[in-house]
């Protein structure tokens, strides 16, 4: 049974490593074509008129596209779109920055971990 705990151990460590979810880009495709494509490109680095593009959000500062005319509540946010910042974001949009243009929440962790690691593949 050794290599069989061993494998268990290893999964483990890699789940804490990668957060606390095992992240699927896949699903999170879908998710964002369910509920937040309706408002965001990512094809194009180009914003909507609905909403800033998020191609290439992942590691972008907050608020920095020049096409965008994001809320002040958003703007007054330093640093950069890391996964911990899109993870509070995304729960609750409107704890994190009350004022924000922004209301769609994914209150599932394990969904918007899926997005999250979609929104990386978006460069
Ligand atoms: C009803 C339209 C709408 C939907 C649906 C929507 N968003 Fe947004 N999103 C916005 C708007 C508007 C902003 C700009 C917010 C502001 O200026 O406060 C924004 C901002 C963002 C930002 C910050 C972008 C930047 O350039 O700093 C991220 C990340 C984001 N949304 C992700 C998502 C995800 C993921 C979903 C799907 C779960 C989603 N949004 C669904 C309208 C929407």
Redesign the pocket.
């Given at each position: 049974m050794r290599p069989t705990i061993a494998a268990a151990v290893l999964a483990l460590s890699l789940t804490a490593a990668s957060g606390a979810y095992a992240q699927d880009a896949v699903a999170g495709k879908t998710?964002?074509a369910g509920?937040?494509?309706?408002?965001?490109q990512v094809e194009a680095a180009k914003s909507g008129p609905?909403?800033?593009?998020?191609k290439g959000?992942f590691g972008?500062?907050?608020?920095?596209?020049t096409d965008?005319?994001?809320?002040d509540?958003?703007?007054a946010k330093t640093g950069k779109?890391t996964a911990a910042e899109?993870d509070t974001?995304?729960a609750s949009?409107l704890k994190y920055?009350p004022?924000?243009?922004?209301?769609?929440?994914?209150t599932d962790a394990a969904d918007r971990a899926n997005?999250i690691a979609y929104?990386k593949t978006v460069k």
């Open positions: 998710t964002f509920r937040c494509a309706a408002c965001h609905m909403a800033p593009s998020l959000v972008r500062k907050i608020a920095s596209l965008f005319n994001y809320s509540a958003l703007k779109w899109l974001y995304l949009p920055a004022g924000t243009k922004m209301f769609m929440a994914i997005v929104l």
